[in-house]
C-alpha cells in the first residue's frame, strides 16, 4: 500500500507516496521529459543535472498544487519522489541500467547528490522529497529481483555498492532511502540489520525515513 489516510481530526488530508521523476515528472500527465540517467550521467555535469533535478522539483510542485486544490491526492501526484537510482550498473543484461548514472562509484556519488539537491531545493522548506534507492547492491536479474541473492566482498560493498547512498545521506540530506527488492547475504535487504540499522542507521546516522520498493 502507497496510500496513507487522511486523519480528520487533525486536519491531514489522505496522501499516496508513490511518485516518479528519475528523468522527468512521471505519469502525471504533461511534463518535460529529459534524457534517461545514463545519458545524464554521460555528460560528467553534475551543475547541469542538479538544474534539470530543480525542473523537475518545479514541475512537481506545480502539479501537486494544481491537483491538491481540487482535492485530487491520486497516485503519481505527491511530493515523495522516488528518485535517482544511485546503483551501480556493472551488468548490461539488468534491464533497468538506464535509470542509473553508469558504473562508476564517483560518478554516480556526484551525480546523485546534485540531483537530490535539485529536487529538494535550498529553502528550509523542502520543494520535493528525494529517494536515494534500491538500498542495496541491486543489479541482479531484473526477472528474480524477489529472490536473488547479492554476494559480494566486504571491500567490494564499501568502495563500490555503497559510496553514493552514504554521500546522498552525509552530503545531501536525502529524505528517503528505499530498500532493494533482493537479499544481500542471505538477508531480503529490506529487513537487513546490516544495512538499514548497522550501516545506515549507526554508521552514517541517517534519520530519515527508509522505505521498500513496490510490492
Known sequence: KFDAPAIERLGIPEYNWWNEGLHGVARAGTATVFPQAIGMGATFDDE???????????????????????????????????SPNVNIFRDPRWGRGHETYGEDPYLTSRMGVAYVKGLQGDGEVLKTAACAKHFAVHSGPESLRHQFDARVSLRDLWE?????????????????VMGAY??????????????????????????GMVVSDCG
Open 48 to 82: 547541469l543535472l542538479k538544474k534539470v533535478a530543480d525542473t523537475v522539483a518545479t514541475e512537481g510542485r506545480a502539479k501537486y498544487n494544481e491537483q491538491a486544490e481540487h482535492g485530487d491526492r491520486d497516485i503519481y501526484k505527491g511530493l515523495t519522489f522516488w
Open 160 to 176: 563500490t555498492y555503497l559510496p553514493a547512498f552514504q554521500a546522498l545521506v552525509t552530503e545531501a540530506n536525502v529524505q528517503e
Open 182 to 207: 533482493n537479499r544481500f547475504d542471505g538477508e531480503p535487504c529490506c529487513s537487513s540489520d546490516e544495512l538499514l540499522v548497522d550501516i545506515l542507521r549507526d554508521r552514517r546516522n541517517y534519520q
